[in-house]
């Protein structure tokens, strides 16, 4: 199904007393009883052991093993749009991701989440993305076919050897004057939906921001409401968390469609109605396996099509 098995070890924490747990049908309702029903899963066999053995009801409780199972998934809709496929060789995977659909499997998005279904699509059990793009945004992600690999990779990303290359609309401003470095210190804390700008902190982001050109009178017809947008060129130097879309705002033009910046709008999960018109549309390295030069170019284009409400 592309979706990896969940595991549990049965280690004790800090402050917990292994002698409260009898059987391995206790410790599972104290870990997890108030999320899974271990009953049922236990009777489905659906918690297995390392060796492939099923949990069973009177099985004495073991420190330190590994019990594995599949999570049940929510009811999710079906988000719009393919995920064209723009290179593929015996290591990696290149994809167009649609907005709306998560990079990973997380929250109330499982199926619907670019590794998921293309794992699925592909027959590639360990596919794996190299990096994350928003839920909302759109474009190019790579993604390693096996683990061995992984690691080269992931490197990569993380010592700032790929250049990223995005494409936003937002409105078009007199006297702002481009091109224009933004740098400032990004937080986000964890739980939150909105990342916000530290003032008097050490920079910790960097993008270039150019403007490529205005929207021509059909586009502007595409996205509705008042005309006077532009598409800008954006080049991120670091990689924080809604780094673009703070950026832009910080300057004055806010992304079109975004649910978050400058203010966080109440959006229905499963409506795909307006889509952020960001777009990662190129990513090119070095490859670290054998060397080559790496270009890949998203084959959409903005402004992104709005999906019609269901």
Not at 165 to 173: E, G, N
Request: hydrophobic share 40%.
């Amino acid at each position: 199904m592309g979706l990896d098995a969940a595991w549990l070890n049965t280690a004790a924490r800090p402050g917990e007393d292994p002698r409260a747990w009898r059987s391995m049908h206790d410790w599972l309702h104290f870990r997890v009883g108030a999320h899974i029903d271990v009953d049922a899963f236990i009777a489905g066999g659906r918690f297995v052991l390392e060796s492939g053995d099923p949990v069973l009801a009177g099985d004495p409780y073991r420190s330190n093993v590994f019990v594995w199972f599949y999570r049940d998934l929510p009811d999710e809709a079906p988000v719009p749009g393919s995920i064209p496929v723009l290179f593929r060789d015996d290591r990696i995977v290149v994809v167009d991701k649609p907005a709306f659909l998560s990079t990973i499997p997380r929250g109330r998005h499982v199926r619907e989440s670019v590794v998921v279904r293309m794992r699925h699509e592909l027959g590639l059990p360990e596919l794996t993305p190299m990096h994350r793009l928003d839920r909302v945004t759109s474009g190019v992600l790579l993604m390693s076919i096996e683990r061995r690999y992984r690691g080269a990779y992931q490197t990569m990303f993380q010592d700032g050897e790929v250049t990223k290359t995005y494409r936003a609309v937002a409105p078009l401003l007199e006297g702002l004057e481009l091109p224009a470095t933004v740098r400032n210190h990004l937080h986000k804390v964890p739980g939150t939906m909105q990342a916000e700008v530290l003032t008097g902190k050490e920079p910790n982001s960097e993008s270039l921001v150019e403007l490529e050109r205005a929207l021509s009178p059909d586009e502007e017809a595409l996205l509705g409401g008042e005309p006077g947008r532009a598409v800008y060129r954006l080049t991120p130097r670091t990689g924080k968390t809604h780094q673009l879309r703070i950026h832009l705002w910080s300057l004055g033009i806010p992304i079109e469609g975004d649910p978050l910046y400058p203010v966080a709008r109440d959006v229905a999960i499963d409506d795909f109605t307006t889509p952020l018109q960001l777009l990662a549309s190129e990513l090119r390295f070095t490859d670290p396996v054998d060397g080559s030069e790496r270009c890949f170019v998203s084959e959409r284009a903005l402004p992104l099509a709005a999906h019609p409400a269901t």
